[in-house]
């Protein structure tokens, strides 16, 4: 392994030497974060460090959904939190879809405008959220200036070939995007802006002093005028102090389908599982509430508990009566805490974070590395 002090002149000046702006993690926070810099400072050097070959934590990992919040994910919300927070997570995730689409042009993601059904399978339940209808539609009117953001769908089964659900709940305002095609639409502009991104560094602690930050990696020491923490769900490993837990959440995608009626993006269950296609394929994920003390964990593996929940919910419920086998299976790490929505903090005069994204980044990741980057900017 070449450490950073037998690199050669030309390696160490051009790459490692005076830098102005450095961020760790290459996630949609770390990059959205580095472009903002890119925007406010033409001539400054930017450096990235990524500890693995692509990024390895929620970005590159996720479902794509476009969301902002589902009836039952925010009538729970609001059980556990106190309103006036809730609602301005609402709001950061509607401005933060906003601010992703402003970034890239839709094309560019293949976003869809298709909305999304929270899927209900009690009928008591679907009583009691219809309940709360007016009131979700007032408020998100008042976050987004949209009328009737949900409206009630009794027949899901028949129009998606679904099992077993009483209805469903249609939020007119969510979409998808492509999550592929983000990474690199991503990719493309952090070259086309001259930022430094070194993959297979990782930092494993950090000194700031009065004028930099001395920052030790796998590879030796580098320094910076700034610095920048964007690893998400793995905060606690740099930044013990801060409410920050990692999440796995665990994903299957089916083998193709074909007449594959459910087109769309659904939710379930407060959010803790979603489905979509992508093309004539169901991507799957979710189950962490089956066993939260497991899925605490940085191991980005499967567990059978999960993995057969997962598969049961699509013979029994999503797909019945279809053939399919499932042809991937992945994980990724979200960052979670005690309170939903993200910490987005100095914590001294040149270090600041932006971590804990929970399962929302794809909304908020884009305003979320913007604020970072005021902060580092100050
Ligand atoms: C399976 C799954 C499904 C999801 N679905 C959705 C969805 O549909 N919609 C939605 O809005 N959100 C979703 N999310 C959440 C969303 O993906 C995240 O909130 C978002 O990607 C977080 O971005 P980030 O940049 O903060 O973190 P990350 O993408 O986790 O990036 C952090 C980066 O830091 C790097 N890193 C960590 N430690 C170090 C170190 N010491 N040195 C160097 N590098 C380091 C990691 O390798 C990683 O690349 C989902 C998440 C998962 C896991």
């Given at each position: 392994m070449?450490q ?19 961020i760790?993690?290459?996630?949609i926070?770390g990059?959205a974060c580095?472009l903002?810099l ?13 500890r ?10 996720n479902a794509?959904?476009?969301c902002f919040?589902s009836?039952?994910?925010l009538l729970d919300?609001l ?6 927070r809730?609602w301005n ?18 094309s ?12 209900i399978?009690?009928?008591d339940?679907?009583?009691?959220y219809?309940?709360k209808l007016?009131?979700?539609n007032?408020q998100i009117e008042?976050?987004t200036?949209k009328?009737?953001?949900?409206s009630f ?8 070939g679904?099992?077993g659900?009483e ?7 969510e979409?998808a ?5 983000l990474?690199?639409?991503t ?5 086309k ?7 297979g ?7 700031p002093d ?5 920052i030790?990696t796998?590879?030796g020491?580098?320094r ?5 923490i964007?690893?998400n ?9 801060l409410?920050v ?8 995608v089916t ?6 009626q459910?087109k769309?993006?659904f939710?379930?269950d407060?959010g803790?599982y ?8 169901i991507?799957?994920?979710g189950?962490r ?7 605490n964990t940085?191991?980005l593996?499967?567990?059978?508990l999960i993995?057969?929940a997962?598969?049961e ?9 279809r053939?399919?086998?499932?042809d ?10 005690n309170e939903?929505g993200p910490i987005i903090?100095k914590?001294n005069?040149?270090?600041?974070v932006?971590v ?6 794809v ?6 590395g913007?604020k ?5 900017n100050?």
């Amino acid at each position: 392994m070449i450490q950073f002090k037998q690199l050669s002149f030309w390696e160490k000046v051009t790459l490692l030497e005076e830098i102005d702006f450095l961020i760790v993690g290459s996630g949609i926070v770390g990059s959205a974060c580095a472009l903002e810099l890119r925007r406010k400072n033409p001539d400054a050097k930017i450096v990235i460090l990524e500890r693995s070959y692509l990024p390895l934590g929620a970005s590159t990992k996720n479902a794509g959904f476009a969301c902002f919040g589902s009836v039952t994910e925010l009538l729970d919300d609001l059980k556990n939190t106190p309103e006036e927070r809730v609602w301005n997570t609402v709001k950061l995730r509607f401005e933060g879809l906003e601010r992703l689409l402003q970034r890239f042009p839709v094309s560019e993601l293949n976003y869809e405008n298709c909305g999304s059904y929270d899927l209900i399978m009690d009928e008591d339940e679907l009583m009691f959220y219809g309940s709360k209808l007016a009131y979700l539609n007032h408020q998100i009117e008042f976050i987004t200036g949209k009328k009737d953001c949900y409206s009630f769908e009794k027949n899901v089964n028949a129009k998606f070939g679904f099992k077993g659900f009483e209805g469903g709940y249609f939020n007119r305002l969510e979409g998808a995007i492509d999550t592929g095609k983000l990474l690199l639409a991503t990719q493309r502009d952090l070259a086309k802006n001259g930022i430094i991104v070194l993959n297979g560094i990782e930092v494993t602690d950090f000194h700031p002093d009065q004028n930099e930050v001395l920052i030790e990696t796998n590879y030796g020491e580098i320094r910076s005028k700034k610095l920048g923490i964007t690893i998400n769900g793995f905060a606690k490993k740099l930044l013990p102090e801060l409410d920050v837990e990692p999440a796995r959440a665990q994903v299957i995608v089916t083998s193709e389908i074909p007449d594959l009626q459910a087109k769309g993006t659904f939710h379930l269950d407060k959010g803790y599982y979603y489905f979509r296609n992508i093309g004539n394929r169901i991507l799957l994920g979710g189950g962490r509430n089956l066993d939260f003390k497991t899925e605490n964990t940085f191991e980005l593996s499967q567990s059978k508990l999960i993995q057969d929940a997962l598969e049961e919910l699509l013979k029994e419920k999503i797909l019945p009566n279809r053939d399919f086998t499932i042809d991937y299976r992945w994980s990724g790490t979200m960052g979670v805490g005690n309170e939903k929505g993200p910490i987005i903090e100095k914590i001294n005069s040149n270090t600041a974070v932006g971590v804990r994204l929970g399962g929302m980044g794809v909304a908020i990741g884009s305003l979320a590395g913007e604020k970072l980057a005021s902060l580092l900017n100050e």
